[in-house]
């Protein structure tokens, strides 16, 4: 009981706070601080994430057909392996697609 009284304590104090803290007109929102580190961060991170799917796709695909290789012709492991093979694949290509997309938007923005 006490945590809930003393939770709507501090709400209470810190939603004017926060509410009238930070002060932004609308013409200047797009030189502020928020949307251009905003940007500068959904960059890097879209510049990280072309680089990490398709090495990441490429390791997952080249594991499952060496273990395919190594499996002594077993029908189920391979059976296994190919399902994992094209979801590895389809996944790449969404998250890639996903990516460039976003970088897209991004870009537009800007």
């Given at each position: ?46 510049a990280?994430?072309?680089i990490l799917?398709?090495?990441?796709a ?53």
């Open positions: 009981m006490k945590f809930k009284k003393m939770k709507s304590k501090i709400a209470a104090i810190t939603t004017p706070l926060l509410i009238f803290a930070t002060r932004v007109s609308a013409s200047d929102i797009q030189n502020s601080k928020y949307a251009t580190g905003t940007t500068k961060m959904v960059r890097d991170i879209g990280v994430f072309t799917i398709p090495i990441a490429v390791a997952f695909i080249g594991f499952q057909q060496l273990t395919k290789y190594y499996s002594n012709h077993d029908g189920q492991v391979t059976t296994e392996a190919n399902k994992r093979t094209k979801a590895a694949l389809w996944t790449a290509v969404i998250g890639t697609t996903a990516t460039g997309l976003v970088t897209l938007i991004t870009n537009y923005y800007v």
